[in-house]
C-alpha cells in the first residue's frame, strides 16, 4: 500500500465520504488509491473556488467534514476565498494539498510555491507529512482537528513522493473532542444580569442556530423580557413556520446602531460583539450603546444548546413556551422585483424542508424577515464576506442532503466568481434551483459611493458596472448543462419557480432586475 492509499483508507474510517476535488499531476497517485478503493465519493468542481464553497456547504449541512483535494500551492491559493468564509462560518474542513515530491523541490520547479504560508493564512493547522509512513497518522489527526469544536480548517499537505512510496496501514480514526461546558458560576452570573430587568439582548451564533438552542433562548426571552438577535450573516440558522423567529444584526450601519439602541447588556452566545463589516468616518465600530456592557455565554467552542437550557431553568423559565408568530404572511406578489414582495413569493412556495443558500448582496437585503413564515427551513449564508459562496456552498449542501431541496439566492456580480458550480450541479444531477438578482451593477458598491456624498465618474462605472457586454444567465448555465429561464416579474418567477420545485435536479431561473 502506498501513501496514498494509506491516507485515503484512514480518511474513510475516520467517516470522510466525499472528496472534491481539482486535482492535477501531484495528485496522480491521489487520483488512483481513489480509483482503487471506490468508496469515497469524487465530485469535481471546475475552480477550486467552488472546491472549497462545496467543501463549506456540505460539511455546514453534513456537520462533518468532506477532503478537499487541491494542486499545489496555486491550486490551494484559488480556493483561499471559499477555506476564509468557512474558517468564519467554523465549519469543519479537511483539506489536502498535493505538492512537488521533496527531492524535486530543490529545482525549484514552476509549481513549487509557499503552500504552508499559504495554507497558514487560513488554517487552523497546517501539516507536511514527511514520509509515506507518517502520511496516515497526520491524517487521522487532521480529521481531528477539523471537527473539534466549533469546527476548524485543517491542511495537510502531501508530497508525491510520500504519496506514491511504500507505506503502512492506515490509522484508526481519532476522537472526536466533545464540547466543552460553561461552569455554572457563568449560568448564575448571567442569570443575575438577566433578572436584573436592564434592557438586555442575547446575540446567538454557532451551534445556538440550531431548533434546540433557538427554544431555550426563546424560553429565556419569554422570561426575562431579553431580546435575541443573530449575527449580520448566519452560517446556518433554523427557521420557518413553528420555529423561533429571530432577527439578525443589520448590515447598514446606521441602522444597527438604531437596533441595538438603549441596550444595557449584550450576552454573546458563540458570537463576537455586534461591530459594523466596515469603519466610516465618524462612526463607530461597535454598534452596541458606549455604556452596553458585554458579557460573555459561551465562547465559540462551548456547548451553547446545554448552556441555553442550564440558563433558561436557572431563571426558572417555563419548559413550554408558544412561538409567536411574526412577520409578514406569504404570498405570491406580482409586478416587478422588489425585494421584500420577492420574499413573501419565495415564503409561499419554499417546500418544506429546503436549504437556501443566499449570496444575493443587494436584492436578499428584505427577504430574510419576509421568508419567517415559509416552511420550516435552514438559511445559509457566507459569514466571511467573500462574494461568490451561494453557487458552490449550496451546491456542497445538496450533496450532503440529496432528499432536500437547495435554493440558491446568488447576485449576479458575485455568481460569476463561481459559476462553474453550475456544471458541477448539473454533473451530478443535484436538486438545486437558483435564482440569479440580474442588476447588471455592483449595487452594493454604487450605494456605498453614493453614501461618501460623491457621484459615480467615468472610473466608477467602469468598475461597478456590469454591462457592455450584458451577462446572458440563460446561455451561461445552459453552456454548463443547467436548465434556464428568464423572468421578469413576481408572477414570472413564482410559475417558474413552483415548476422548477416540482420536478428533480439542478434549474436556474434569471431574474431580470435591470
Ligand atoms: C471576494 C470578494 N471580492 C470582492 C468583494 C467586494 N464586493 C463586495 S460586494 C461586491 C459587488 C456585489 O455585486 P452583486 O453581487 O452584483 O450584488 P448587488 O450589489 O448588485 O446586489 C463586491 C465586488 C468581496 N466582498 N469579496
Known amino acids: ?8 483508507r484512514t480518511l474513510i474510517a475516520s467517516g470522510i465520504e466525499v472528496c472534491f476535488a481539482n486535482a492535477g499531476t501531484s495528485e496522480i497517485h491521489f487520483v488512483l488509491a481513489l480509483d482503487k478503493i471506490e468508496r469515497m465519493r469524487c465530485i469535481l468542481g471546475m475552480a477550486e473556488t467552488v472546491v472549497t464553497g462545496c467543501a463549506d456547504g456540505y460539511a455546514r449541512m453534513a456537520e462533518k467534514p468532506a477532503m478537499t483535494l487541491l494542486h499545489c500551492g496555486p491550486g490551494f491559493a484559488n480556493g483561499i476565498a471559499n477555506v476564509h468564509n468557512a474558517r468564519r462560518a467554523s465549519t469543519p474542513m ?16 514552476p509549481l513549487a510555491a509557499d503552500a504552508e504560508g499559504l495554507a497558514r493564512a487560513v488554517s487552523h493547522w497546517v501539516r507536511r507529512s514527511g514520509t509515506a509512513q507518517q502520511v496516515s497518522s497526520d491524517g487521522a489527526m487532521a480529521v481531528q482537528v477539523a471537527r473539534r469544536p466549533p469546527g476548524q480548517i485543517a491542511t495537510l499537505i502531501v508530497p508525491a513522493d510520500v504519496a506514491w512510496s511504500e507505506a503502512g496501514g492506515p490509522a484508526a480514526a481519532l476522537p472526536v473532542v466533545p464540547r466543552p461546558r460553561v ?14 430587568g436592564e434592557p438586555a439582548m442575547l446575540l446567538l451564533n454557532g451551534q445556538a442556530l440550531g ?17 435575541l438577535r443573530t449575527p449580520t450573516q448566519v452560517p446556518r440558522l433554523a427557521r420557518g413556520r413553528g420555529r423561533v423567529p429571530i432577527e439578525r444584526v443589520p448590515y447598514v450601519v446606521d441602522t444597527a446602531i438604531g437596533a441595538l439602541a438603549g441596550l444595557k447588556h449584550v450576552i454573546l452566545v458563540g458570537a463576537k460583539p455586534p461591530m459594523g463589516f466596515f469603519a466610516y468616518p465618524g462612526k463607530p465600530s461597535l454598534m452596541t450603546p458606549r455604556d452596553c456592557a458585554i458579557t460573555v455565554l459561551t465562547q465559540p467552542e462551548q456547548d451553547a444548546v446545554a448552556a441555553l437550557q442550564g440558563l433558561a431553568d436557572e431563571i426558572g423559565a417555563p419548559r413550554v413556551v408558544r412561538i409567536e408568530e411574526k412577520g409578514l404572511k406569504p404570498r405570491i406578489a406580482r409586478g416587478p422585483f422588489e425585494s421584500e414582495a420577492f420574499g413573501m413569493t419565495l415564503a409561499a412556495l419554499l417546500p418544506e424542508n429546503a436549504i437556501v443558500a443566499d449570496d444575493s448582496v443587494t436584492s436578499g437585503r428584505s427577504v430574510f424577515p419576509a421568508t419567517f413564515n415559509a ?3 435552514d438559511w445559509i449564508q457566507s459569514t466571511g464576506g467573500a462574494i461568490g459562496h451561494a453557487f458552490p456552498c449550496g451546491t456542497g449542501a445538496a450533496v450532503a442532503c440529496p432528499d432536500r431541496k437547495v435554493v440558491c439566492l446568488q447576485a449576479d456580480g458575485a455568481g460569476m466568481y463561481s459559476l462553474q458550480a453550475l456544471w458541477t450541479q448539473a454533473r451530478e444531477n443535484l436538486d438545486v434551483v437558483s ?4 442588476n447588471r451593477v455592483y449595487k452594493i ?14 472610473a466608477s462605472n467602469s468598475l461597478f458596472d456590469l454591462g457592455r457586454p450584458d451577462l446572458d444567465w440563460v446561455a451561461l ?13 413576481l408572477e414570472g418567477f413564482a410559475d417558474t419557480f413552483r415548476s422548477a420545485c416540482g420536478r428533480r435536479g439542478p434549474f436556474l431561473i434569471e431574474f431580470q432586475i435591470f
Do not use: C, W, Y
Request: no cysteine; net charge negative.
Open 183 to 196: 461552569e455554572p458560576e457563568v449560568l448564575r452570573k448571567v442569570a443575575r444580569i438577566l433578572r436584573s
Open 1 to 8: 500500500m502506498n501513501g496514498a492509499e494509506s491516507l485515503i
Open 375 to 377: 416552511e420550516p427551513h
Open 477 to 489: 448555465a445552459k453552456g454548463m448543462g443547467v436548465e434556464a429561464v428568464s423572468v421578469d416579474s
Open 94 to 109: 479537511l483539506n489536502i494539498i498535493g505538492d512537488q515530491a521533496s527531492f524535486h523541490r530543490p529545482f525549484d520547479p
Open 445 to 458: 458598491l454604487f450605494g456605498e459611493l453614493r453614501a461618501t456624498g460623491a457621484e459615480p465618474g467615468v
Open 211 to 227: 431548533e434546540a438552542g433557538l427554544f431555550a433562548a426563546h424560553r429565556i426571552a419569554h422570561a426575562t423580557g431579553a431580546k
Open 435 to 438: 435564482v440569479v438578482f440580474a
